[in-house]
C-alpha cells in the first residue's frame, strides 16, 4: 500500500504550487501594489508596460525561483469585464452604502471574525525574524506611508499554547507578544495582510495575503494538522 511519501504511481514527476495571478484595482495604482509585494518581500522579476498604460509585473516569492515555473505571482489590473460585473454586483446588493443586502453583511460578519473565511493565499517564511521584520514595516507604513496609510488591515494569530518554549519566543516577539487571538494549531504562526489594493473574492474589496512560520522540530503543527476545539 502506498504511503502519503509515495507519490501515485500513474506520474512519472513531482509537481509544485505553480503561479497565483493577482489583481489591482485601477492603472494607478499598479506601481503601489507592487511596492507592497516588494515590501512582503517577493521579488520582481519583470514589468512589463501594457499598451493600455497599466503594468503586468511577475515576482517570485524566494530569489531561488526566478527561473523556474513555479513560486510565481503575477499581478496585474482588473480585467474590464470583472470590474463591471463587480460594479453590477456592488449596485444590485448595495455593496458600500447603509443598505447593503442581508448576505454582505453577513460575509462582512464572518471575515471580521476570521481572515481565513474566504479566498486568500498563504507564504511560508522560513525565519520568524522575516516575517516580524516584514510586518513591523507594515504596521509603520500603515500609519506613517503617505500611499499605504490606512490601507492595510494588519491581524496574527499566534499556535495553540501549550509548547512553553514557543510560547516563551511569541510572548517575546515584537508582532505576538500581545496577540491573543489563535490558530487552527500548534507550533507555527500566521500573520494577515488584508488590502484595498488589490481585490478578489466575491466582494471583489480587497485581497487578503498570509504568511506563516513553523516552529522547527514539530510533526505536528499549525499547517499540518487543523485543531478544532
Ligand atoms: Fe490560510
Redesign the pocket.
Known amino acids: 500500500m502506498a504511503t502519503l511519501l509515495e507519490k501515485p504511481a500513474e506520474f512519472k514527476g513531482a509537481r509544485s504550487m505553480g503561479h497565483m495571478a493577482l489583481h489591482y484595482k485601477t492603472k494607478e495604482d499598479g506601481p503601489l501594489a507592487a511596492r507592497l509585494l516588494s515590501m512582503l518581500g517577493y521579488v520582481e522579476t519583470q514589468d512589463l508596460l501594457l499598451p493600455n498604460g497599466s503594468h503586468f509585473y511577475r515576482f517570485v516569492v524566494d530569489p531561488r525561483h526566478s527561473p523556474r515555473g513555479d513560486g510565481i505571482v503575477y499581478v496585474s489590473v482588473i480585467p474590464d469585464a470583472q470590474r463591471d460585473l463587480t460594479k453590477a454586483i456592488h449596485e444590485a446588493l448595495g455593496v458600500g452604502t447603509d443598505h447593503e443586502h442581508a448576505t454582505v453583511v453577513a460575509m462582512r460578519e464572518k471575515l471580521e471574525e476570521d481572515p481565513?473565511y474566504s479566498f486568500?493565499y498563504?507564504t511560508l517564511m522560513e525565519s520568524l525574524e522575516d516575517l516580524e521584520n516584514i510586518f513591523l514595516a507594515l504596521e509603520d507604513a500603515n500609519k506613517n506611508d503617505p500611499q499605504l496609510k490606512g490601507r492595510l488591515k494588519l491581524v496574527y494569530n499566534r499556535g495553540l499554547p501549550g509548547n512553553s518554549d514557543v510560547d516563551a519566543r511569541l510572548d517575546a516577539s515584537p508582532i505576538y507578544g500581545g496577540v491573543t487571538r489563535y490558530a487552527y494549531g500548534k507550533n507555527g504562526v500566521q500573520a494577515f495582510v488584508e488590502t484595498d489594493i488589490l481585490a478578489s473574492g466575491v466582494l471583489g474589496e480587497t485581497m487578503m495575503l498570509?504568511f506563516d512560520y513553523v516552529f522547527p522540530g514539530y510533526d505536528r503543527h499549525v499547517l499540518s494538522i487543523v485543531e478544532w476545539e
Open positions: 481565513e486568500h498563504g498570509e
